[in-house]
């Protein structure tokens, strides 16, 4: 079965509103586990909008649980990462300014130190991924920067099935890419914007492995419950 990777950085935000200490991330970690999680992500921006330092570090020590940390290439964030020691890196873009992440990483701009990154990840044996847009040259030179995994930006596809448009052309780029990533040896994620009408659709894409699926779980569960929308993504992933 595909796996679920579970993002709770909106649990920190939450809490952050009140400057307090509920609703607790670290909680929120075990307990996602606990009810079906394959891995938690939780993304240490450079301005810690949600998640801080003491939460990662202590998400992290968790024992038994598979973390999945997002950070961007900033020197300072890479040596904190390092320090941690998560399970998993996934190595993404960051404008200050931005709201969420708009898409992949610009992998011929930054190939140079992307790659010594990634060396430096590769030598503590953390499993390093790439989040990319659904572009052909991009999985190339992932492929070149000798990346364990792949996670395809899937921001711009969620968009277009939200509003009833046409999509067909941007599933089949992805579809594509995750062919060709699969034949180099690259792992494919896939994750932003999912809900259970994309990840349906999606799911049918046999080389995807793994989805990281943060907002909508946790904006959902605030009608439903945490536990009924994680499962209900876990019964999307066994068909």
């Known amino acids: 079965m595909k796996r679920l990777g579970i993002n709770i950085d909106h649990v920190a935000t939450l809490r952050n509103a009140r400057g307090e200490f509920h609703p607790d991330p670290i909680y ?10 394959d891995s ?10 949600h998640i801080n330092d003491i939460d990662a570090k202590k998400i992290c020590s968790i024992k038994r649980l598979l973390v999945n940390l997002e950070i961007s290439t900033n020197k300072y964030i890479v040596n904190k990462a390092l320090s941690i020691k998560p399970d998993f890196i996934c190595i993404v873009p960051e404008n200050r ?15 140079k130190n992307l790659k010594r990154i990634i060396s ?7 499993r390093t991924s790439l989040f990319v847009n659904p572009n052909i040259n991009d999985i190339r030179i992932a492929r070149e920067l000798n990346t364990d995994c792949i996670e395809i930006h899937t921001g ?38 999912l809900d259970y009408k994309t990840t349906k659709i999606l799911n049918k894409i046999k080389e995807i492995e793994e989805f990281n699926i943060g907002h909508f779980i946790i904006g959902e569960s605030v009608f439903f419950g945490l536990q009924k929308v994680v499962q209900k993504f876990k019964k999307i992933l066994k068909n």
């Not at 938690?40 to 909008?49: A, F, G, P, Q, S």
């Not at 300014?97 to 190939?111: A, F, M």
């Not at 430096?120 to 953390?126: M, P, S």
């Not at 939200?162 to 780029?173: A, F, G, I, M, V």
């Open 40 to 49: 938690v992500t939780i993304h240490l921006r450079e301005d810690r909008r």
């Open 97 to 111: 300014k931005e709201i969420t992440t708009e898409g992949g990483l610009n992998l011929k701009k930054n190939k």
């Open 120 to 126: 430096k990840f590769k030598k503590k044996k953390i």
């Open 28 to 37: 929120a970690a075990k307990f996602v586990k606990k009810i079906g999680a």
């Open 156 to 193: 711009h596809l969620s968009n277009l099935i939200k509003h009833k448009k046409k999509y067909s052309n941007e599933l089949k780029r992805i579809i594509r890419c995750s062919i060709l990533a699969k034949n180099f040896g690259i792992e494919v994620h896939a994750g932003h914007g």
